[in-house]
Every structure is written in structure tokens, then in C-alpha cells.
């Protein structure tokens, strides 16, 4: 069975830090055609971070200069670097894997002000 398993999350202060992981289940992950989305509550599901098949890595614009998506072959892991965190950055946070329209469960990020 296919899985993508989200970690890293929980409640930081503004201005800190966090690391996402999403591990595979199932199926080798590689960077390219990753996405990172996130959730906040009463909002629609947005993109964070995502990385093309070609290797093109886009962010959204309210998280660029602080968050890096990256990936750790060996581990079969995707990471999402998150610095000077904001508390418009609370929500829960997914991976994708485009080519299998595969969502993890999601990790929340909580950011207090």
C-alpha cells in the first residue's frame, strides 16, 4: 500500500523553527514532483512549496526566503525547512505526490504569537 506519512509538526513561537518530513510508504520518493500544501482552518487548501519533474522548485510567495523544500534519497524522505515562522503560517500541513494524486494525512504547525 502507497502512503505518504507526515511528521515535524507542533507548536513553536513566532519566529522559530520547524522541519516537516514526509516519509514514502511503498514507493520510492524522490523531490521531483513533490508538493508541500498546507491548511488553515476555514481556509482552502493552498501550495507551499512544490518541485516540477524537471526539477523546477516553486514557492509561494508569503514563505519565500524562509522555507526550503528538500529531499533525502537514502531515507526516502521530502522535508519542508521552515524558518522565521509567522503565526499566518498555523495550519496543517500536507505532502503530494503529483504523478499518484497521493496525500498524506497532514502535521499540524501551530505558531504563537
Known amino acids: 500500500q502507497v502512503q505518504l506519512v507526515e511528521s515535524g509538526g507542533g507548536l513553536v513561537q513566532a519566529g522559530g523553527s520547524l522541519r516537516l518530513s514526509c516519509v514514502g510508504s511503498g514507493i520510492v520518493l524522490g523531490l521531483n514532483g513533490m508538493g508541500w500544501y498546507r491548511q488553515a482552518p476555514g481556509k482552502q487548501r493552498e501550495l507551499v512549496a512544490s518541485v516540477a519533474s524537471a526539477g523546477t522548485i516553486n514557492y509561494v510567495d508569503s514563505v519565500k526566503g524562509r522555507f526550503t523544500i528538500s529531499g533525502d534519497n537514502a531515507k526516502n524522505t521530502v522535508y519542508l525547512q521552515m524558518n522565521s515562522l509567522k503565526p499566518e503560517d498555523t495550519a496543517v500541513y500536507y505532502c503530494?505526490?503529483?504523478?499518484?494524486?497521493?496525500w498524506g494525512k497532514g502535521t499540524l504547525v501551530t505558531v504563537s504569537s
Open positions: 503530494h505526490l503529483y504523478n499518484l494524486a497521493i
